[in-house]
């Protein structure tokens, strides 16, 4: 999944007895790696909504675990993606979306300094996903959460989204993919414990681009922080009002405007309805 970069200087004070379920529930354990053999010579292979380049270290292209394979599966993912995209959020890009799926070693060789933590993958015009040699669920959030993403720069591409949200829609999108309809019971839980203590960051906080100056610890805050604010809008207000969120910031350049239009609430009254509950975790 995606560790991008958004935040504030500010760090809320962790919670000590959380910081070890925070890790759990975020971290991307890097896959061993061998003698790969991948040298950044990308395969392309095309559907009729992406355009895919693929590097990792398969070493026959024919059979039923080569390459070609491979790239077919991840083209069916990637269109079925697309459609569950189009039917929860309404977010149909009209062009063609570009898929990087990068060698592990090569991906952490070239974008490593990016980010202050592990990172799975990330939208930079195009999407950019350290892979895998076969589909798993792990990839499988990842090509989520970046399609959202994607998705949001070709409806809006001049419109720097807050990464509360374009973070929380994306997390909670690829947790829909994996099945889940809301949080879980430990991430419901950290959230609690946090919010009791003060441990969470503010929309502001939150208000910028990206999350990538945030140390491993913060970013989970965040991210969690992010998703929880848009799963707590979606089981309160419901799927529909989200969509309708979205697309009023799109039109009016404006979160209040958007809020009031979709919610019927302010911003300030949304997140402030947000941090009770969560404190109720």
């Given at each position: 999944?995606?560790?991008?970069?958004?935040g504030?200087?500010r760090?809320?004070g962790l919670?000590?007895?959380?910081v070890?379920i925070?890790v759990?529930?975020?971290?991307?354990p890097?896959a061993?790696?061998g003698?790969?053999?991948a040298?950044?010579?990308?395969?392309?292979?095309d559907?009729?909504?992406f355009?895919?380049?693929?590097?990792?270290?398969?070493?026959?292209?024919?059979?039923?675990?080569?390459?070609?394979?491979f790239e077919?599966?991840?083209l069916r993912?990637?269109?079925?993606?697309?459609?569950?995209?189009?039917?929860i959020?309404?977010?149909?890009p009209e062009k063609?979306?570009v898929?990087?799926?990068?060698d592990?070693?090569l991906?952490?060789?070239?974008?490593?300094?990016?980010f202050?933590?592990?990172?799975?993958?990330?939208?930079g015009?195009?999407i950019?996903?350290?892979?895998?040699?076969?589909?798993?669920?792990?990839?499988?959030r990842?090509?989520?959460?970046?399609?959202?993403?994607a998705?949001?720069d070709?409806?809006?591409?001049?419109?720097?989204?807050p990464a509360?949200?374009n973070?929380?829609?994306?997390?909670?999108?690829e947790?829909?993919?994996?099945g889940?309809?809301s949080l879980?019971?430990?991430?419901?839980?950290?959230?609690?414990?946090l919010?009791?203590?003060?441990?969470?960051?503010?929309?502001?906080?939150?208000?910028?681009?990206?999350?990538?100056?945030?140390?491993?610890?913060?970013?989970?805050?965040?991210?969690?922080?992010s998703?929880g604010?848009i799963?707590?809008?979606?089981?309160?207000r419901?799927?529909?009002?989200l969509?309708?969120?979205?697309q009023?910031?799109v039109r009016?350049?404006?979160?209040?405007?958007?809020?009031?239009?979709?919610?019927?609430?302010?911003?300030a009254?949304?997140?402030?309805?947000?941090?009770r509950?969560a404190?109720?975790?």
């Open positions: 999944m995606q560790r991008s970069a958004c504030s200087e760090r809320p919670v000590p007895a959380v070890a925070l759990l529930l975020f971290s991307s890097a061993a790696v003698d790969r053999g040298d950044g010579d990308f395969e392309r292979r559907s009729f909504h355009t895919l380049f693929q590097d990792v270290d398969i070493d026959e292209a024919a059979g039923l675990y080569g390459s070609r394979k077919q599966d991840l993912e990637l269109e079925a993606a697309f459609d569950r995209l189009d039917q959020l309404g977010l149909r063609k979306l898929v990087y799926v990068w592990p070693a991906f952490d060789a070239e974008y490593r300094h990016l202050r933590f592990p990172a799975a993958g990330f939208y015009g195009a950019h996903v350290r892979g895998d040699t076969r589909i798993t669920p792990g990839l499988v990842v090509l989520h959460h970046e399609l959202v993403h998705a949001f070709a409806e809006a591409p001049r419109l720097a989204l509360w949200m973070e929380g829609v994306a997390e909670w999108f947790a829909r993919a994996l889940k309809r879980g019971g430990r991430e419901r839980a950290v959230l609690g414990q919010a009791r203590a003060g441990g969470l960051y503010s929309l502001a906080d939150l208000g910028t681009r990206s999350l990538g100056h945030l140390g491993p610890e913060a970013a989970s805050v965040a991210y969690l922080q998703y604010f799963d707590h809008l979606v089981s309160t419901g799927e529909g009002n969509v309708r969120f979205w009023a910031v009016s350049r404006s979160l209040d405007r958007a809020a009031r239009r979709a919610y019927r609430s302010d911003l009254e949304l997140e402030a309805g947000f941090l509950a404190g109720g975790y």
